[in-house]
């Protein structure tokens, strides 16, 4: 699977929308991108994915460059249980074993 | 969405002594479902992957005989930590896979003293 790269930190006004790069700039034509987050001391829950159309569903969208070697997560009204960390992977199917990175930690600030 | 649970959710146990952790898909079937270990400050690393009906598939650096897996039915694999260590000390988390997602338990912490 191809590695993606992420900030380490990112801080969000509440109410503002937060905005998550990620490169993924070895990514093959058919791969995936998708984002999971982790609150403290949970399973990581699932966000979004897609494949090089933007995609949006209740949780959040997810915005894909043309070559498709980077994307950007965006909540679009951060609140406070926003507050995880977010990861991006690159994966050919959903349903088979993920490689974790170290994410953005991102904090929503009251 | 899907559910997976995780039992116990946290335990404490002397050094030497074997500990099961429990991961069950609850209102789905799961086929293959996997193993992932977090220290803290850290990110998830891929222990295995538990194959129901057969044996499991252990990423490299994870031994075999000390992480035992059984994937015994369609919802419930389990995960024995033999003669657990203070170093074995960590957060557990399963997953298992349903269409393009998966669905992650809310993890086992583990201590050993």
């Known amino acids: 699977d191809a590695k993606t790269t992420q900030p380490p930190s990112m801080d969000c006004a509440e109410g503002r929308a937060a905005n998550l790069p990620c490169n993924h700039s070895t990514i093959s034509g058919n791969e995936y991108v998708y984002w999971y987050r982790q609150i403290h001391s949970q399973g990581p829950q699932y966000i979004i994915h897609?494949?090089?159309n933007n995609e949006t569903n209740e949780m959040a969208s997810l915005i894909i460059t043309e070559d498709r070697k980077s994307s950007t997560l965006i909540l679009p009204h951060a609140t406070l249980r926003d507050t995880a960390v977010y990861y991006c992977?690159?994966?050919?199917?959903?349903?088979?074993?993920?490689?974790f990175g170290t994410g953005t930690r991102l904090t929503i600030i009251p | 969405g899907a559910v997976v649970s995780q039992h116990p959710s946290r335990v404490i146990c002397k050094s030497g002594t074997s500990v099961k952790i429990e991961c069950r898909s609850l209102d789905f079937q799961a086929t293959t479902m996997f193993w992932y270990r977090q220290f803290p400050k850290q990110s998830l690393m891929l222990m295995a992957t538990?194959?129901?009906?057969?044996?499991?598939?252990?990423e490299q650096g994870v031994e075999k005989d000390k992480f035992l897996i059984n994937h015994a039915s369609l919802t419930l694999s389990t995960l024995t930590v033999t003669s657990a260590h203070p170093e074995d000390s960590s957060f557990y988390i399963c997953s298992a896979p349903q269409y393009n997602e998966q669905f992650f338990g809310p993890g086992t912490r583990l201590t050993v003293l």
């Open positions: 897609g494949l090089k």
């Open positions: 992977i690159v994966s050919r199917f959903g349903n088979e074993k993920l490689t």
């Open positions: 538990s194959n129901e009906g057969s044996k499991a598939t252990y």
